[in-house]
């Protein structure tokens, strides 16, 4: 409840509401997940979530601290918002339609960038717990299939193995379409799992993460095959320390842009600067991807709570690359890495 009482506090108007319809903001508020839903929480703490026939009598039974009432239209919405004195909602202009604004237009509209993003950011002791337990699974299941990782298995079957096995641990299935990268695919930092056969020599790079009660994991390990290139192999241990710079970096207070620039100084020393094409980390929960954002513009500051991702990378074309990724807890003083496969 303190959750939706500090989103209140921010409206601050009595006669203003924050107003979404985007699926994963809502199911922040509500911790109800539905494909159709409207939630509405105005400055003097009133709290309504609307969701049609489908979803309405779980949501009556499941949503806490909300007025769930049943979706009629709009119509029927703007009356009601009309009639509980509300003049001006407050939308996410990342995160609603322009033909939904349009439909608002009894009201006036304020748009703010990354409204609940402040909230998200700091994850709670639930949230935490949450996102600590789909790291587990996610762990477990890629060990659970770690022996088909060898030549003459497609990246397509290994993704399909590890998908059945996010299941059977408890998952909920994907966060993001796995990546499973091998010999010169690898030197994509996105590239989609294709029909290609794991060969020996291979570097293998699997990006995973799958979703537990809502939450997401985001992991990446790079994989050896037999008797790899030397210089791969350097490039391997060199990622692997530059994720160690980048986690001693971690805490409470220090800005973002620091944490990514520590770590490509490192890798500019060791020659491969060039090399290292994407932002260092982003934060993780409901979505793949949240605030804060490790990155080169980035201007944020890191919070007690935050949980976020470190990931160097070093991509050469026609060689291959390499990607290490763990998700970390950020406190005053330190990170934890919420990881435990070995790296």
């Known amino acids: 409840m303190e959750k939706l009482l500090s989103v209140a506090r921010k409206v601050d108007d009595r006669k203003k509401a924050f107003f979404s319809v985007d699926?994963?903001?809502?199911?922040?508020?509500?911790?109800?997940?539905?494909?159709f839903g409207i939630a509405v929480v105005t400055g003097d703490g009133r709290f309504y979530f609307f969701t049609?026939?489908?979803?309405?009598?779980?949501?009556?039974?499941?949503?806490?601290?909300?007025?769930?009432?049943?979706?009629?239209?709009?119509?029927?919405?703007?009356?009601?918002?009309?009639?509980?004195?509300?003049?001006?909602?407050?939308?996410?202009?990342?995160?609603?339609?322009?033909?939904?604004?349009?439909?608002?237009?009894?009201?006036?509209?304020?748009?703010?960038?990354?409204?609940?993003?402040?909230?998200r950011a700091v994850k709670s002791e639930e949230e935490l717990s949450l996102i600590t337990r789909t790291v587990q699974i996610a762990e477990l299941s890629l060990k659970s299939v770690l022996h088909l990782l060898k030549p003459g298995t497609t990246e397509v079957e290994f993704r399909r193995e590890l998908l059945s096995a996010f299941f059977r641990f408890g998952g909920e299935g994907e966060a993001f379409p796995t990546i499973v990268a091998s010999g010169p695919n690898s030197s994509v930092p996105h590239w989609e799992t294709g029909r290609r056969e794991i060969r020996e020599g291979d570097v293998v790079i699997v990006d995973f993460g799958t979703v537990y009660r809502g939450y997401v994991s985001d992991i990446t390990r790079t994989f050896l095959v037999g008797n790899v290139p030397s210089q791969l192999r350097e490039i391997y241990d060199a990622v692997r320390e530059a994720q160690e710079v980048g986690i001693r970096e971690l805490r409470s207070g220090k800005s973002c842009r620091s944490v990514d620039r520590a770590v490509r100084e490192f890798l500019k020393r060791k020659g491969l600067g060039d090399y290292f094409v994407h932002s260092l980390g982003h934060g993780i929960g409901v979505e793949v991807h949240e605030a804060p954002t490790l990155s080169p513009k980035s201007e944020e500051v890191?919070?007690?709570?935050?949980?976020?991702?470190?990931?160097?990378?070093?991509?050469?074309?026609?060689?291959?690359?390499?990607?290490?990724?763990?998700?970390?807890?950020?406190?005053?003083?330190?990170?934890?890495?919420?990881?435990?496969?070995?790296?």
């Open 23 to 35: 699926g994963a903001e809502n199911f922040y508020l509500t911790s109800f997940r539905s494909t």
């Open 302 to 343: 890191l919070r007690r709570g935050n949980v976020v991702t470190v990931e160097p990378g070093v991509y050469v074309p026609g060689l291959g690359g390499v990607r290490i990724e763990d998700d970390c807890f950020v406190t005053e003083e330190r990170a934890f890495t919420l990881v435990s496969l070995e790296r």
């Open 52 to 119: 049609d026939g489908r979803y309405i009598e779980r949501a009556e039974k499941e949503v806490k601290g909300f007025t769930v009432l049943k979706w009629e239209g709009w119509e029927k919405l703007i009356g009601f918002l009309k009639s509980e004195g509300i003049e001006t909602l407050i939308v996410d202009p990342n995160r609603v339609k322009l033909s939904t604004v349009k439909k608002l237009s009894h009201f006036s509209i304020d748009e703010e960038e990354g409204f609940l993003s402040e909230f």
